[in-house]
C-alpha cells in the first residue's frame, strides 16, 4: 500500500498569498496518477487536479499541481477566503488507492 | 448537471449489513468510467471502499474485500454498496463517487454524503 504523507499539517496564510502544499509517497506513483481534492465541511470534497498537473472542469487558475515519482505539490497562487478547506491529495495508480492525511488552509 | 444522491439507513446494528445505494441523475451511469464508495470515519481522513467499473467488474481495498460488495443496476442508473458484519469501526460518513472525465482522471463527481453510525 502506497502511504501519502501530507504536509504541513496545517496553513494559517493572508488573503492573496501563495500556499504551497506538498504530498510525498512512501512508493513511486504508477503514471503521476495523483489528484488533489478540496474538502469543506459538510459538502463534497471537490476535484482540483488530475494526474498531478491537470486542472479539473471549472477550477480556476490559481491552483496549480506539478510533481512526479514520489513529491507532489498543490499551489494555490493567490488565497482567497473561500479557499478555507482541508486539502487531501489521492494516488490512484495501484491498488488500494489511497489518500493522504490532509491539509488544513486557514486564512487569517 | 450531473448530481449523486446516496441513501440508505443511517443507524446499523453490530454484526449486521449496512446497505447504500446512489442514485445518478443527469448522466448514464453506463458511460462513466467508473464509481465508487469511499468513507470519513470521525475526526479520519478519506478511506476508498472500493470501485465498479464499466461492464461491472469491482475492484476492492483489500482491508475490506471480504466484507464489501459493489454492484450497478443500469436500469435504475444506480450502484449500491453493502457491507456486512459491521462493527463501531465501520462508523463514518459514506461517498458515493463518479469518474467522468477520463480514464486517467479520478472522482470528479461526489454525493453529499450518508452518515452511518454502527450501534446497538
Known amino acids: 500500500e502506497i502511504v501519502l504523507t501530507q504536509s504541513p499539517g496545517t496553513l494559517s496564510l493572508s488573503p492573496g498569498e501563495r500556499a504551497t502544499l506538498s504530498c510525498r509517497a512512501s512508493?513511486?506513483?504508477?503514471?503521476?496518477?495523483l489528484a488533489w481534492y478540496q474538502h469543506k465541511p459538510g459538502q463534497a470534497p471537490r476535484l482540483l487536479i488530475y494526474r498531478a498537473s491537470n486542472r479539473a472542469a471549472g477550477i480556476p487558475d490559481r491552483f496549480s499541481g506539478s510533481g512526479l515519482g514520489t513529491d507532489f505539490t498543490l499551489t494555490i497562487s493567490r488565497l482567497e477566503p473561500e479557499d478555507c478547506a482541508v486539502y487531501y491529495c489521492q494516488q490512484y495508480g495501484s491498488s488500494p488507492r489511497t489518500f493522504g492525511q490532509g491539509t488544513k488552509v486557514e486564512i487569517k | 448537471q450531473v448530481l449523486l444522491q446516496g441513501s440508505g439507513p443511517g443507524l446499523v446494528k453490530p454484526s449486521e449489513t449496512l446497505s447504500l445505494t446512489c442514485t445518478v441523475s443527469g448522466y448514464s451511469i453506463s458511460d462513466a468510467y467508473y464509481w465508487g464508495w469511499i468513507r470519513q470515519a470521525p475526526g479520519k481522513g478519506l478511506e476508498w471502499i472500493g470501485s465498479i467499473y464499466q461492464r461491472g467488474i469491482p475492484h476492492y481495498n483489500s482491508a475490506l474485500s471480504s466484507r464489501v460488495s459493489i454492484s450497478v443496476d443500469t436500469s435504475k442508473n444506480q450502484f449500491s454498496l453493502r457491507l456486512s458484519s459491521v462493527t463501531a469501526a465501520d462508523t463514518a460518513i459514506y461517498y458515493c463517487a463518479g469518474v467522468t472525465c477520463g480514464g486517467d482522471c479520478s472522482f470528479d463527481y461526489w454525493g453529499q454524503g450518508t452518515l452511518v453510525t454502527v450501534s446497538s
Open positions: 512508493q513511486s506513483v504508477s503514471s503521476t496518477y
